[in-house]
């Protein structure tokens, strides 16, 4: 058997070798949440270093990336977009005291940081149990007064009117929400405490894509901290009013139905129609 040898050289490995010297100026910290990000793509990383980089008041505008990269301008806006939904950038407008409005970006360079702080404390307190937790009864109506020689109706027993269900609609609608924006993802508990006031939106006959549509229309470009709070918030102040059950004296007629467009099969025209059929003068010919 032979001596092993003690001098001979290690056995080379395979992979990245570091050669590193610490850095005395010029330099720019960045952590691996960003480096080793494992959704965002190599542009919006490298953009997001070079943007990190940069002094304060520097140009970041599309345009100026572009005249300083060989990446175009689509690909640019694209991984601005990417920085944004992640929390690394968040694009502002504010009016100056002369009455301008300043276009600015704001450059976050540790987003998990800025998360942890403004977490609500409700996420982080320990849930009590629900039999701890005291049941409160809800107020009861008082009982009208009754006339002169008229005994007053008994008191109706609590809990006789139950609470009107929710529709199966409001609860697919915001479990569907996460699809629209990924920050809106809501809970089982959230969805149910949620759906009785999106079904109020629904029974004023407004269709689930033009609900859907104001709950997540002209979302904030900063991350969403509690999807639960926010939609909460919009769906209250954003109500549709409700519609008169019987119209008024010199009331406005009913809005004006806009037909959907269709193509005639005959003359391939377009037409609006309830139905998909030719278009009237096609169906006055073919008539004739």
């Excluded at 119209?247 to 037409?271: I, S």
């Amino acid at each position: 058997m032979a001596d092993q040898q003690p001098s001979a050289p290690a056995c080379p490995t395979a992979g990245i070798r570091h050669i590193n010297r610490d850095h005395t100026r010029r330099y720019v910290k960045v952590g691996n949440h960003l480096a080793q990000h494992r959704e965002l793509s190599l542009t919006a990383i490298g953009l997001a270093v070079h943007i990190q980089s940069l002094p304060s008041g520097a140009s970041v505008t599309i345009k100026s990336l572009a005249g300083r990269f060989p990446e175009g301008e689509v690909r640019i806006a694209a991984a601005m977009r990417e920085l944004e939904h992640h929390g690394y950038l968040r694009r502002r407008r504010e009016r100056a005291a002369s009455g301008r409005v300043v276009a600015f970006t704001e450059s976050y360079n540790n987003p998990p940081a800025l998360w942890a702080e403004a977490r609500p404390a409700r996420e982080t307190a320990p849930l009590e149990p629900a039999a701890a937790r005291p049941q409160e009864a809800a107020p009861q109506p008082e009982p009208a007064p009754a006339a002169d020689g008229e005994e007053a109706d008994p008191e109706p027993a609590p809990g006789k009117e139950a609470a009107r269900p929710a529709r199966p609609e409001a609860y697919d609608l915001l479990a569907r929400l996460r699809l629209r924006d990924p920050r809106l993802v809501l809970s089982k508990r959230d969805v149910e405490r949620l759906a009785p006031a999106v079904s109020e939106w629904l029974d004023q006959g407004l269709p689930v894509a033009a609900v859907s549509a104001s709950l997540t229309n002209g979302l904030p470009l900063a991350p969403i901290h509690s999807p639960y709070g926010l939609l909460l918030h919009r769906i209250r102040e954003l109500a549709p009013a409700r519609l008169p059950s019987t119209p008024r004296v010199g009331a406005a007629g009913p809005d004006r139905v806009l037909r959907p467009l269709r193509t005639c099969p005959t003359c391939d025209k377009a037409h609006r129609s309830p139905t998909p059929g030719e278009c009237p003068p096609c169906t006055r010919r073919a008539a004739a």
